[in-house]
DNA sequence: TGGTCCAAATTGTGATTACAATCCGCGACA
DNA sequence: TGTCGCGGATTGTAATCACAATTTGGACCA
């Protein structure tokens, strides 16, 4: 595995390669770039990627800690499969964790902001019209984020809310993937709504009801047949 | 750093050794055994645990992804400090979590269960007597994880509740260490009753109760003395 | 035909080494 | 005397190597 003596030092000698590596494979995850019981091997990645096993160790070890990823018994990782009870749970932490963030950052929504945020939803209604899942999906990661870690505060909620929501992605992604677009509804007006008039409980509300409406949009019947399998 | 050719294939082949040093540094830092700023060394740790950087450095990794130590931007570690906005996030996010971790645990609680998590309480109370705040941080521990893990549910709910308490142990055993165990009161009792009762909404209360209290303990001034400094 | 067992390949773990960035303290100069 | 700058020491990062465990594939036997 020869390094030609170039190309090593271009941009920022600052971020490590790890960091590199682990947004590149949060970003994968959350937007679904990942099929749930795939196997993610060092090596393989290593090779994909162009380094050595460290950097990935690291970046795989950190995404194992924050549970996006699932290392078996065997010290095999692999990306997580659903259950129901695992998506109910999911989906639970969502709707008590995210409705506070979103509170928390109210006061903190400038008007840059808030265009910003409508940007993404524009952005968020034009997918669903294509049937683009995977603008779909970044563009609500998106909305969401922006509007969560607007506040100053959110050091500590808003790893926990990333946490989750990089645990349901490559499930989503297949749901998705089966439904089509077509079925899903913007909910986010209200909440646009609610930000407009700096009106907290109509925010919590709002971002409620959008959780609840993409958990009710999985029945447990097509739990079973997506990404559902032993652990 | 000759070794011994004796000693490293004893008991189990088959844990990590990360994982016993992850295992080993969590333990302290829940029951509060390091200082809040204090400097986390690879090589230190790794002479003192006697293994090689490699281990030692996944394990930080673990950590610090799980936010239980602080990784500064120079890419040294060190244990977090304190600021009053983000304990207050933490005990906000403890609020959130912990009542739906207990109520889902709840109709799991079987007899035995409930003495087993009744003698931490016991020992928590003699711990309180005897002003020994180590212990009393054990067995608060193990009292409320007793409880949240009984179901077999909390795949997701737990890990998130474990990184709250790796998160502010440190900060806590500093105050406990200028108060005292002296001005603790358990609040653990009607968590008992409910838990006896199989009273969801009581169990709730006494959950969120325990948290509050705990929480009002720290007066804002508490917190500038302490552990709480520049981030 | 079906199950078992062994060997090769794959994979993760841990130690070692080389290196770059940061930190710390001593000394020179204004 | 105070401040700036330089050089050694400390520290984290990444690559490489050796090794043990698991997995996988097929051959062999019942």
């Known amino acids: 595995m020869d390094e030609a003596p170039s190309g090593r030092k271009a941009g920022s000698a600052r971020e490590p390669v790890h ?21 993610v091997t060092l090596r393989g990645l290593a090779e994909e990627l162009g380094v050595s096993l460290t950097p990935v160790r690291a970046a795989l070890a ?86 969560y870690s607007a506040g100053s505060s959110s050091s500590v909620l808003l790893p926990l809310i990333e946490m989750l929501w990089m645990q349901f992605g490559p499930f989503m992604r297949v749901v998705y993937g089966r439904l089509g677009t077509t079925n899903l509804v913007d909910q986010h007006r209200e909440a646009l709504v609610a930000l407009e008039a700096r009106d907290e409980a109509a925010l919590r509300a709002a971002i409620s009801a959008d959780i609840g409406d993409g958990m009710s949009l999985i029945g447990t019947g097509l739990l079973e047949e997506t990404g559902a399998k032993r652990p």
Chains 1, 2 share one sequence.
């Open 19 to 39: 960091d590199r590596i682990y947004d590149r494979l949060k970003a994968r995850l959350i937007t679904g770039g990942f099929m749930p019981g795939r196997a």
């Open 62 to 147: 950190r995404l194992s800690a924050e549970r996006a990823l699932d290392t078996r018994a065997s010290r095999r990782v692999s990306v997580p499969t659903m259950t129901p009870a695992r998506f109910s749970e999911l989906m639970t932490a969502r709707q008590l964790l995210e409705p506070e963030a979103a509170a928390r950052a109210l006061p903190f929504i400038t008007p840059e902001k808030l265009a910003e945020i409508r940007g993404y939803d524009i952005a968020l209604e034009a997918a669903i019209e294509r049937g683009d899942v995977e603008s779909y999906m970044v563009n609500n990661h998106a909305f969401h984020f922006a509007l």
